[in-house]
């Protein structure tokens, strides 16, 4: 089923969170893939840095594109857009803004997510119609306070933290605005993955799962806590 840009914003923040996924081999991505659906979070982002992302890509849109929402990440070029959507990427992800990432990714209507640190650069990429932006990095520069801070001038703005986001802060990005979470190392530990310890991502999954639900429903929390 083919989805549209809206849907695919709604899915994004339905779940609240983007794993990224930094793996050697398709192998290793598709383990990634199962122990992170396991721990509860149908989508991921497989990066540009992955060798033959496109094909990784590929595959796994093949192998579970109607249950898991598959993106492409730190893609910079045009020419990577394209492989990525022709792979069956749903949306692409990019550190920084990209004018030539983000117009190829409207005129095939996918959803594309680029990078922004400043007021400027949050302000140029909505300008260039970016719908959602990825604020990276963001645990460098504040983390949730620096969030907070930027969504004073931009209230309405759909913004992704990434950067140093982990379990123990997810409930303070989401207090700050977040609309989803973006989640690299802390999530898909390489060393777990090379090592085959898929239980290690899937309970880091489930902590991260039950952090931004718990800040998004704290009152339900409370109603369903054993201990309430």
Do not use: W
Not at 12 to 38: F, L, N, W, Y
Not at 63 to 87: D, H, N, P, R, S
Not at 92 to 100: D, E, K, R
């Amino acid at each position: 089923m083919r989805m549209t840009i809206e849907d695919v914003i709604h899915r994004i923040g339905e779940i609240g969170i983007v794993p990224v996924v930094r793996a050697a081999t398709v192998e290793d991505a598709t383990s990634a893939v199962q122990a992170i659906c396991a721990g509860g979070i149908p989508i991921l982002e497989i990066t540009m840095t992955v060798p033959n992302a496109a094909s990784v890509i590929r595959h796994l849109a093949q192998e579970y594109g109607t249950t898991v929402l598959i993106g492409a990440g730190t893609v910079t070029t045009a020419e990577q857009a394209e492989q990525c959507i022709g792979a069956g990427a749903e949306f692409i992800v990019s550190p920084g803004l990209s004018l030539p990432v983000l117009g190829v990714a409207q005129a095939r209507a996918k959803l594309a997510i680029p990078g922004a640190l400043t007021p400027t650069e949050l302000m140029h990429a909505q300008e260039n119609g970016a719908k959602l932006i990825k604020i990276f990095p963001c645990g460098n520069v504040g983390g949730p306070k620096y969030l907070r801070s930027l969504r004073a001038p931009f209230p309405n703005a759909a913004l992704i933290p990434t950067g140093g986001v982990n379990a123990s802060n997810a409930a303070e990005f989401i207090a700050a605005g977040a609309f989803a979470l973006g989640v690299g190392a802390d999530l898909v530990n390489a060393d777990a993955l090379r090592d085959g310890n898929l239980a290690k991502i899937t309970q880091a999954a489930r902590e991260l799962v039950r952090a931004v639900s718990s800040a998004r429903h704290p009152s339900l929390e409370k109603t369903t806590s054993p201990h309430s």
